[in-house]
Every structure is written in structure tokens, then in C-alpha cells.
């Protein structure tokens, strides 16, 4: 069976042999697990931003398709002398690939490769190798390619009125990186079509085994039947001690119970194998008294949600800057006082940002501890939110000053729970502190989703009914947030 071997195979590969053989021979294997909406969301942002960098090409024509007609269809514009093909597909000894933009200079006869990508920075580790596959491949072709450069996002820009489109976007020539890693990528491409090629699926482990669980490939169980669900990969930040977990794997270590006695891991790590493996929790109640002292009533526990717009959707933002357009408060002004919530969810069109200013400023007062879980995050959008409206400076600057991390606790080891995994998110904090909360029975069941469904009801062509569904679920969801660091601050605060 003749393979070909397109330039996402090729990268997959790189990342992982196996699992690019069995994107190719098993892809009910591969494709067995559906995207999630984060990812469905990187695969759109992707798209939005290459429409809108061809308009630095006005007079570039599409190629349709990604068949043999497509391929056809470049050949025949190429005869005819076209300057600038967007998606030309080439296909050459058994190697394939769409270019985001090909140009032609007449005069010397010589093509220039533009990859667009939609990150704010250039990754040599994955957009090197896309380049350099295409480069390649189009020699291959015949063409003779002598500039490649790389097409993003400039981080540094920030909108005022129309889209400028020459500032939206920064070209960066990367002729010499990757004209000195040619070669290389050849014999890897080679490499890649010899492995894939091979009609008996490769035995034995994948190449992820040697990495933390986050970077573990679609087909990690498949290939590592072995892992448990929950292991060694699983520890803390395993993944940037490569050594480490290199001497667990290679010694057959897998699970909790078999890592030999006094092996070095961090605190945070250490704390994690022996709740597990001693099946008990370790509590510091006088550290948690001493913690939760500092905060004063009333008591703002205040969760946002927000959308990281790649194209800035308003003034005063640039690309990828969270717009915050929802917020849940939950108020307990003392201790015997019943519980309060206030929400905010922007449905219009248009910035949110000052609707939602001024309704924070009627539902948090002057003085009181404001609670968040990730402080970082919200301090970073109150400080956005004031410099592009003044008049909040004063009360953004005070919420911030008031700000206080509920996951502190957790991350200061105040509380280590076997169920916790070594995790410190509030979703794998709040089935062991509240077990009678739960997401999963949301419409929305996390933020990614969230930012996704607030996205196509404000710009979507949803109806009413629609729209009304997706702003009840939002308002569920984020006020779960909320009140879940209540319900976990009230399960403290009685130790």
C-alpha cells in the first residue's frame, strides 16, 4: 500500500512515531476521542486569522480543496504565471502539503513560502519543521523556493477603530533557520514515510512514555496498555524532571506504590505519592487558621469568565487579550449573615468592559476581602480594565489591593487529599471539600466552553431560544465557580 505523508504526519511523528502510524493505519484508534472545545476553538482561531492575514495579499487566489482537482488546479495556476497562491497542494514522492501562501517573483523567477500562524510568537520547535517539510517538498517540485518566512501575530499591537491589518500581523524571515536545518528535516520526512509505510502496526510502548500526562499522545492507552489511569506520569511537574521520570519508567515504576524509598522529589511531589499511597489526608489546621485570619467582612468570593479574542474584537485590546464579559459574586458580609450573589453576563454587542465595571462597582464595596482562585489572573483583568477606562482606575486599584487566593491554601500544602492529584484546580478541589457540588451536571462544565458559547452568541447567527439557553448555562456555570469557593472557604474556615 502506497503512503503518503503530509506535512500535520510528518509533525506528528516528530511529536510521537507510533502515533502518527496509527493515525494512518488505526484511525479509529486515533480518531477515537472527540476534540475538546479548547482545541476546537485553536482550530478556529486558526482559520479566522488566515482569512484575515491573506488581506495582505489582495491579489492572492484560494486554492480550493485539498484533492487531486486542488492539485491540478495549482499546477495549472503556476503555469500560468500567478504571483500569489493561497493553499497551493503539492504532492511529491509520496510527501504532501498545503502552503499558506506561495509567491511568485517574475522578474527572478524565485518563490517565497509565508506560513501563517495564529500565536503571537514564532515556535521553532513546530513551525521550523513545518517550513522546512514545505521547502522540501517544493524543491521536490521543481520550484525554486529561496525565502521562507513566518506570518503572526504581533503581540504589541493594540486596536483603535478599524483593524489595521499590517499592524495586526508581524513577517519574520526564517530564511536561515531553515535553510540550515534542510537536510535534517529531509532525512527525517525519509524517516517518517519508511515508519509509516510499515503495513504491521510497531510494538512495544510509544515515545510519550518518557513524558508527564499532559503531553502524552491521543493513543498513549492504546500503545501503553500498561500505564495506570493514574500513576508516576500523574506526579506534579514530573515532566520537567525528565530524568526522573526516565529512571521510574525504565525501571518498570508505575505506580505510587512501587517508588522506592528515598527518592528525591519536591515537597509538592513528595506530599502527593504519600497521600496516596498512605491513603490519608494531611491537614494543617493552625496554618489554615493563621491563613484565612488575614480576611476581612465582607467576605466577595468573585469568579470571571472571559474570551481570548485572537482578532481583538474592540478597542483598547490586543491579540489574544481576555475580554472578561461575565462575573458571579457570592457576599457573606459576617458570619452569621446569609449568603448574597450578584452575577453579570454581557449579552450585546460590543466591549464589555465598562458595563461590567459599573456593575462591580454596585456590588463590591470599599472595604472587604474580595476571594478568587488564581489571583493572578483576575488582577491581571482588573488592571486592564482600568487602563482602558480611567474612571476605574481608583476602584479597580482597590479590589486588587484586596484580592486574596483561596488556593493558597492548597498550594502551600495547608491540605494535601489523595483525591486532589496533586492538582490545585478548584475542580479537583471541590468534589473532596463539597461532594455534594458537582459540574457535571452543567450545560457549561468549563471554562473553555464557556468562552466558545459566550463568543457564537454574540457574533453567531443563533436564535433567541439559542441564545437564551447558552446565557442560562454561562450564569450556572460561573456561578458554580463562585460559590464553590464559598462553600470551600465555609469547610475551612470550621477546621
Not at 501503553?224 to 515504576?253: F, M, Q, T
Not at 452543567?442 to 446565557?471: C, P, R
Amino acid at each position: 500500500m502506497s503512503i503518503t505523508i503530509s506535512k500535520t504526519d510528518y509533525l506528528v511523528y516528530r511529536d510521537c512515531p507510533k502515533n502518527a502510524w496509527l493515525k494512518k493505519h488505526r484511525p479509529e484508534v486515533y480518531f477515537k476521542t472527540e476534540l475538546a472545545s479548547f482545541e476546537k476553538l485553536i482550530i478556529e482561531t486558526g482559520n479566522e486569522v488566515e482569512k484575515v492575514a491573506r488581506t495582505l495579499f489582495p491579489t492572492g487566489v484560494l486554492i480550493k480543496g485539498h484533492d487531486e482537482a486542488a492539485i491540478e488546479e495549482t499546477q495549472k495556476k503556476l503555469g500560468e504565471g500567478v504571483q500569489t497562491l493561497f493553499q497551493p497542494i503539492f504532492h511529491k514522492e509520496n510527501f504532501l502539503a498545503a502552503v499558506d501562501v506561495l509567491k511568485f517573483d517574475e522578474e527572478s523567477g524565485e518563490y517565497t513560502i509565508c506560513e501563517i500562524k495564529a500565536t503571537s510568537e514564532a515556535d521553532e520547535k513546530t513551525h521550523y519543521y513545518d517550513l522546512a517539510f514545505q521547502t522540501n517538498l517544493l524543491r521536490m517540485s521543481g520550484l525554486n523556493v529561496t525565502t521562507m518566512s513566518l506570518l503572526h501575530l504581533n503581540s504589541d499591537y493594540v486596536r483603535e477603530g478599524d483593524i489595521d491589518v499590517t499592524g495586526l500581523f508581524t513577517i519574520e524571515d526564517v530564511t536561515l533557520e531553515i535553510e540550515s536545518m534542510i537536510e535534517e528535516v529531509a532525512g527525517e520526512m525519509e524517516s517518517a514515510l519508511a515508519y509509516i509505510s510499515n503495513e504491521t502496526e510497531p510494538t512495544g510502548s510509544c515515545t510519550c512514555i518518557y513524558k508527564g500526562r499532559s503531553k502524552h499522545c491521543v493513543t498513549f492507552d492504546h500503545s501503553n496498555p500498561e500505564i495506570p489511569a493514574y500513576g508516576v506520569h500523574d506526579i506534579a511537574r514530573i515532566g520537567s524532571s525528565k530524568a526522573k521520570l526516565r529512571e521510574l519508567i525504565d525501571s518498570n515504576i508505575f505506580e505510587f506504590e512501587n517508588i522506592p524509598d528515598g527518592m528525591k522529589f519536591s515537597d509538592t511531589q513528595q506530599n502527593q505519592i504519600d497521600a496516596h499511597v498512605l491513603d490519608r489526608a494531611t491537614i494543617d489546621r493552625e496554618n489554615i487558621r493563621e491563613e484565612l485570619s488575614g480576611l476581612s467582612f465582607p467576605l466577595y468570593f468573585l469568579d470571571y469568565e472571559t474570551f481570548p479574542s485572537a482578532i481583538p474584537l474592540y478597542d483598547g485590546f490586543s491579540p489574544y487579550q481576555q475580554i472578561p464579559f461575565q462575573y458571579s459574586l457570592h457576599i457573606l458580609r459576617d458570619k452569621d449573615a446569609k449568603l448574597e450573589h450578584r452575577e453579570f453576563l454581557y449579552t450585546e454587542a460590543g466591549d464589555p468592559s465598562k458595563a461590567l465595571f459599573e456593575a462591580m462597582q454596585k456590588d463590591i464595596g470599599s472595604v472587604g476581602s474580595v476571594i478568587v482562585w488564581n489571583k493572578s489572573f483576575e488582577r491581571g483583568r482588573n488592571e486592564e480594565i482600568a487602563q482602558r477606562i480611567p474612571e476605574a482606575r481608583a476602584f479597580m486599584d482597590s479590589v486588587n489591593s484586596r484580592l486574596y487566593d483561596l488556593m493558597d491554601v492548597f498550594k502551600k500544602q495547608f491540605y494535601v487529599h489523595k483525591d486532589f492529584k496533586g492538582s490545585t484546580s478548584i475542580k479537583k478541589i471541590l468534589p473532596v471539600l463539597a461532594p455534594e457540588l458537582s459540574y457535571k451536571t452543567l450545560g457549561i462544565q468549563e471554562g473553555g466552553t464557556a468562552a466558545e458559547s459566550w463568543n457564537k452568541m454574540i457574533i453567531g447567527s443563533l436564535s433567541i431560544d439559542e441564545k437564551k439557553k447558552i446565557a442560562t448555562d454561562l450564569k450556572e456555570y460561573c456561578g458554580l465557580d463562585s460559590f464553590a469557593m464559598y462553600e470551600i472557604w465555609r469547610v475551612l474556615d470550621a477546621m
